[in-house]
């Protein structure tokens, strides 16, 4: 007999659950509870939308009740289906993907809404039967929606669950046409011949010498991406396979490539041993296979040598206007570059100390070869950042440095990711923007330099064009960093669409929650759709950012020509409550 506390229903019950949530943890527990808290958040929208409602959201489950099973299981479908989008760009063993378990059973509902019972259990194995980023279902629930849910199911066979006494049939849930397992996906091909260059590496026997074995890796991955008849995968989406095994095929697929070059660097005194070879991807056959003992002092050469190889046994025609190798110009004192490539990788840390370190190398490199561009290009980000970081001077700077970078070696790279980013905050948008194509005309195959393009025209009145670019980068870079998901809700946000412009960026957040614009445009886009509570939540991550951060320190940093595009900007961020001032505020943070 039932009570009026207690009552048995017949229910759909979703049960989810993070697959390595522990170890994820470990390894970042910042990021990782952001990842949780979106994926929580995809759940919650698809569970309403689709007519259930959340029991409990203990640790990092998820368990809901819907009155319909096609509900539960459509629910379930999309929840997969954006959770996937939130991984998107980041390496595999980063992401948070979730297992789903859905039954049909009698369950005991107590007079607060929570439930209990068999039903609930059952849920529960068949979500820890389900692969990462799967849903499992039992044999009730596929009858229950057979010909009303857009789905295949394939039959598992009947699974013996802890603590239930019958054998439950068990059927794998896929959308239509999504046949093949998370992961094994390949990207196709492009129509001509495609490479990555996997981390070289280090032999030296010294763990501080990984950063000359990253830099030689870096530079012929810049030197290849100069042609235009190579697709060249960009080092972040390479790098992600440093110290890990991983088959050529599986890297060749995973990346959307017919070639790898892979290597090692040994650093000996002032000599070295560099090894590299090109391998198919489809016969996992050597192309071409080279060892070279040499003085530090020929590093160039021996770089400039792999790139022609890779040139001659892939067949690549080189035209007049084809950047090349031979058309660098570098410095003759080893030192020197190796005071750049420390540099870089202090840079790259993206931290107030490692841009304090990495100036500290550059400024050494240009003592020691005061015409070397790589140098002062280098230097020219760091003073860039310390402008981002409050220095009122270093802007100037920073514009002295690449401009001089430029005269040295008007062909270097890395003088307009420094000159578009540079010219951008001085309000100089047509230079901004020129500078910005430019590096795509010389590295073609550099995806950054299309992320760089990207990020440039937001600023410059011209956001329609920046999902086209992103697109290109994102094909270039697999593993793309988060801001190029960012660049496109940036620009969604400025063509009005702002409910788009809220699910891309959450998805950055996902990535790197420790972004801050990624949090102040989020507080825009809910303050302009009139949602005050979100806008708040997103407005209190800004502060945990920069407690100092006001209406002030938009105006500093957002640098828009149109002015209807920061009306817009400030506009929103005033109604999810932004003050004008703040005392004590560092303004100069970067929006990009």
Same mark, same amino acid.
């Not at 046949?179 to 590496?201: H, N, R």
């Not at 989406?237 to 660097?265: H, M, P």
């Not at 959450?506 to 979100?534: M, V, W």
């Given at each position: 007999?039932?009570?009026?506390?207690?009552?048995?229903?017949?229910?759909?019950?979703?049960?989810?659950?993070?697959?390595?949530?522990?170890?994820?943890?470990?390894?970042?527990?910042?990021?990782?509870?952001?990842?949780?808290?979106?994926?929580?958040?995809?759940?919650?929208?698809?569970?309403?939308?689709?007519?259930?409602?959340?029991?409990?959201?203990?640790?990092?489950?998820?368990?809901?009740?819907?009155?319909? =099973?096609?509900?539960?299981?459509?629910?379930?479908? =999309?929840?997969?289906?954006?959770?996937?989008?939130?991984?998107?760009?980041?390496?595999?063993?980063?992401?948070?993907?979730?297992?789903?378990?859905?039954?049909?059973?009698?369950?005991?509902?107590?007079?607060?809404?929570?439930?209990?019972?068999? @039903?609930?259990?059952?849920?529960?194995?068949?979500?820890?039967?389900?692969?990462?980023?799967?849903?499992?279902?039992?044999?009730? !629930?596929?009858?229950?929606?057979?010909?009303?849910?857009?789905?295949?199911?394939?039959?598992? @066979?009947?699974?013996?669950?802890?603590?239930?006494?019958?054998?439950?049939?068990?059927?794998?849930?896929?959308?239509?046409?999504?046949?093949?397992?998370?992961?094994?996906?390949? *990207?196709?091909?492009?129509?001509?011949?495609? !490479?990555?260059?996997?981390?070289?590496?280090?032999?030296?026997?010294?763990?501080?010498?990984?950063?000359?074995?990253?830099?030689?890796?870096?530079?012929?991955?810049?030197?290849?991406?100069?042609?235009?008849?190579?697709?060249?995968?960009?080092?972040?989406?390479?790098?992600?396979?440093?110290?890990?095994?991983? /088959? !050529?095929?599986?890297?060749?697929?995973?990346?959307?490539?017919?070639?790898?070059?892979?290597?090692?660097?040994?650093?000996?005194? +002032?000599?070295?041993?560099?090894?590299?070879?090109? !391998?198919?991807?489809?016969?996992?056959?050597?192309?071409?296979?080279?060892?070279?003992?040499?003085?530090?002092?020929?590093?160039?050469?021996?770089?400039?040598?792999?790139?022609?190889?890779?040139?001659?046994? #892939?067949?690549?025609?080189?035209?007049?206007?084809?950047?090349?190798?031979?058309?660098?110009?570098?410095?003759?004192?080893?030192?020197?570059?190796?005071?750049? %490539?420390?540099?870089?990788? +202090?840079?790259?840390?993206?931290?107030?100390?490692?841009?304090?370190?990495?100036? *500290?190398?550059?400024? /050494?490199?240009?003592?020691?070869?005061?015409?070397?561009?790589?140098?002062?290009?280098?230097?020219?980000?760091?003073?860039?950042?310390?402008?981002?970081?409050?220095?009122? @001077?270093?802007?100037?700077?920073?514009?002295?440095? =690449?401009?001089?970078? /430029?005269?040295?070696?008007?062909?270097?790279?890395?003088?307009?990711?420094? *000159?578009?980013?540079? #010219?951008?905050?001085?309000? +100089?948008?047509?230079?901004?923007?020129?500078?910005?194509?430019?590096?795509?005309?010389?590295?073609?195959?550099?995806?950054?330099?299309?992320?760089?393009?990207?990020?440039?025209?937001?600023?410059?009145?011209?956001?329609?064009?920046?999902?086209?670019?992103?697109?290109?980068?994102?094909?270039?870079?697999?593993?793309?960093?988060?801001?190029?998901?960012?660049?496109?809700?940036?620009?969604?946000?400025?063509?009005?669409?702002?409910?788009?412009?809220?699910?891309?960026?959450?998805?950055?957040?996902?990535?790197?929650?420790?972004?801050?614009?990624?949090?102040?445009?989020?507080?825009?886009?809910? @303050?302009?759709?009139?949602?005050?509570?979100?806008?708040?939540?997103? *407005?209190?991550?800004?502060?945990?950012?920069?407690?100092?951060?006001?209406?002030?320190?938009?105006?500093?940093?957002?640098?828009?020509?149109?002015?209807?595009?920061?009306?817009? %900007?400030?506009?929103?961020?005033?109604?999810?409550?932004?003050?004008?001032?703040?005392?004590?505020?560092?303004?100069?943070?970067?929006?990009?």
């Amino acid at each position: 007999m039932q009570t009026p506390e207690l009552r048995s229903r017949l229910l759909a019950i979703l049960a989810a659950d993070a697959a390595g949530y522990s170890r994820l943890m470990s390894l970042d527990e910042r990021a990782t509870v952001a990842a949780l808290d979106a994926a929580r958040a995809v759940f919650r929208e698809h569970i309403a939308l689709h007519g259930g409602r959340v029991i409990d959201t203990a640790g990092d489950s998820v368990l809901a009740v819907f009155d319909s =099973a096609a509900g539960a299981v459509t629910a379930a479908l =999309a929840a997969q289906h954006d959770l996937a989008g939130l991984a998107t760009g980041l390496p595999e063993d980063r992401c948070l993907h979730f297992r789903i378990g859905v039954h049909l059973g009698d369950v005991i509902e107590k007079a607060d809404g929570t439930v209990y019972g068999d @039903g609930v259990n059952i849920a529960a194995r068949l979500q820890g039967l389900a692969e990462p980023g799967g849903i499992t279902l039992s044999d009730s !629930i596929r009858h229950a929606v057979k010909g009303k849910v857009a789905a295949s199911f394939e039959d598992q @066979g009947e699974q013996t669950v802890k603590n239930i006494a019958d054998p439950v049939r068990a059927y794998r849930a896929r959308p239509p046409g999504d046949a093949p397992s998370l992961g094994e996906i390949a *990207l196709p091909l492009p129509d001509k011949p495609s !490479i990555a260059v996997l981390p070289f590496t280090n032999m030296s026997g010294d763990l501080e010498q990984g950063y000359f074995a990253d830099g030689i890796s870096e530079d012929i991955i810049t030197e290849i991406s100069r042609i235009p008849a190579l697709f060249v995968i960009a080092r972040n989406s390479t790098f992600t396979y440093k110290s890990k095994a991983a /088959k !050529i095929q599986d890297i060749c697929r995973d990346l959307g490539v017919r070639y790898v070059l892979e290597g090692s660097v040994r650093k000996s005194g +002032q000599r070295m041993r560099v090894t590299a070879q090109l !391998i198919d991807g489809d016969t996992g056959g050597h192309l071409w296979a080279e060892r070279y003992d040499r003085e530090l002092a020929d590093i160039f050469a021996v770089q400039d040598d792999i790139t022609e190889q890779i040139v001659h046994a #892939l067949e690549i025609r080189l035209t007049e206007t084809t950047g090349t190798a031979t058309s660098r110009l570098e410095t003759e004192n080893p030192q020197a570059y190796d005071c750049v %490539l420390r540099g870089r990788e +202090q840079f790259r840390l993206f931290t107030k100390e490692g841009n304090a370190a990495a100036r *500290l190398h550059y400024d /050494k490199a240009i003592e020691l070869d005061p015409g070397y561009a790589q140098a002062h290009a280098g230097l020219a980000l760091t003073c860039l950042h310390d402008w981002f970081a409050g220095s009122s @001077g270093a802007l100037e700077r920073a514009f002295e440095l =690449a401009q001089l970078a /430029k005269r040295l070696d008007p062909g270097l790279p890395l003088v307009y990711e420094a *000159l578009s980013s540079v #010219l951008l905050f001085k309000r +100089q948008h047509d230079e901004a923007v020129a500078a910005a194509r430019r590096w795509t005309e010389i590295e073609p195959s550099n995806a950054e330099a299309y992320g760089n393009l990207a990020g440039v025209l937001n600023f410059a009145g011209q956001p329609e064009r920046v999902a086209e670019l992103i697109d290109k980068a994102k094909r270039l870079n697999p593993f793309h960093p988060f801001y190029y998901t960012l660049y496109v809700g940036h620009a969604c946000f400025l063509m009005g669409r702002f409910k788009d412009a809220v699910q891309l960026i959450k998805r950055s957040i996902a990535h790197n929650p420790e972004s801050l614009p990624s949090h102040f445009f989020l507080a825009a886009c809910h @303050g302009q759709l009139g949602e005050q509570t979100l806008a708040q939540e997103a *407005l209190a991550e800004v502060w945990r950012l920069s407690p100092a951060f006001s209406m002030a320190s938009v105006r500093a940093i957002a640098a828009y020509r149109r002015a209807a595009d920061l009306d817009l %900007l400030t506009e929103g961020l005033r109604m999810a409550g932004l003050p004008e001032e703040a005392p004590g505020a560092s303004p100069n943070q970067s929006p990009r």
